[in-house]
């Protein structure tokens, strides 16, 4: 069956440090992949995604992801945390051998992303 | 501004009174969607739509209804609201209705409260 998996609830991390979002799937073809981040109030915005090519994408706002085939993961990065950073974040893929011709998107159950001053 | 619009953006209603929570987008997007948010679910989806008539199922369609009789619009029906339809409502759209290539647009949400 497909689905994705975030295994943390809540990441905290100190402004300035690097910070990792892990997001791992399961589906039966190439996935597509992308992530999403949530701010307080507000709806979901896209920030990167992979289709196909270089594993290693990059985003919005200076994160990057990066598809990994064979552990089947997709882990948010970024060098340097900002305050503002601070969201909650979605993981979602797309099978494109699943729900047909659809635009059906699986999404992780999110993480929260908590930067420190 | 390319943006998908979501209203109300809060409802308080009480079980049984039918309401409808409205989606609208500007950006020609043949793709629309809804989703409800839950905690510790993540987001589900409810309804999509593929084209203007097209409307499918998604994962949680039960007590839901939609309608798109213009590419722009995609409202969302709940005929007989109960509480365990209390939860955060999201409208998405996208350019293309499949294989998926392109990222979805969401709007701002309904945080729907039924009694």
């Known amino acids: 069956a497909q689905s994705v998996a975030q295994p943390e609830d809540q990441v905290n991390v100190a402004e300035g440090n690097p910070l990792t979002v892990k997001c791992t799937y399961s589906v039966s073809g190439n996935p597509y992949l992308f992530w999403y981040v949530q701010y307080p109030n507000r709806g979901l915005q896209f920030l990167l995604k992979y289709i196909t090519g270089d594993n290693l994408v990059k985003g919005s706002y200076g994160f990057e992801a990066e598809f990994n085939k064979s552990q089947t993961s997709f882990h948010l990065k970024k060098p340097s945390a900002l305050v503002s950073d601070s969201a909650l974040y979605f993981c979602a893929v797309r099978d494109p051998l699943y729900g047909g011709a659809t635009n059906k998107l699986i999404f992780g159950t999110g993480t929260l992303l908590a930067v420190q001053p | 501004e390319a943006q998908v619009t979501q209203n109300p953006r809060y409802l308080i209603t009480v079980t049984g009174k039918k309401l409808t929570v409205t989606c609208s987008q500007n950006m020609n997007h043949e793709y629309m969607s809804w989703y409800r948010q839950d905690p510790g679910l993540g987001l589900r989806q409810i309804y999509y739509s593929m084209n203007v008539e097209v409307t499918d199922k998604g994962d949680v369609p039960e007590g839901y209804k939609v309608s798109r009789k213009e590419k722009r619009n995609f409202p969302l029906i709940l005929e007989s609201p109960s509480p365990n339809q209390t939860s955060l409502y999201f409208c998405?759209?996208?350019?293309?209705?499949?294989?998926?290539?392109?990222?979805?647009?969401f709007g701002p949400g309904t945080r729907l409260t039924v009694t």
């Open positions: 998405a759209s996208s350019l293309d209705p499949g294989p998926g290539l392109h990222e979805q647009y």
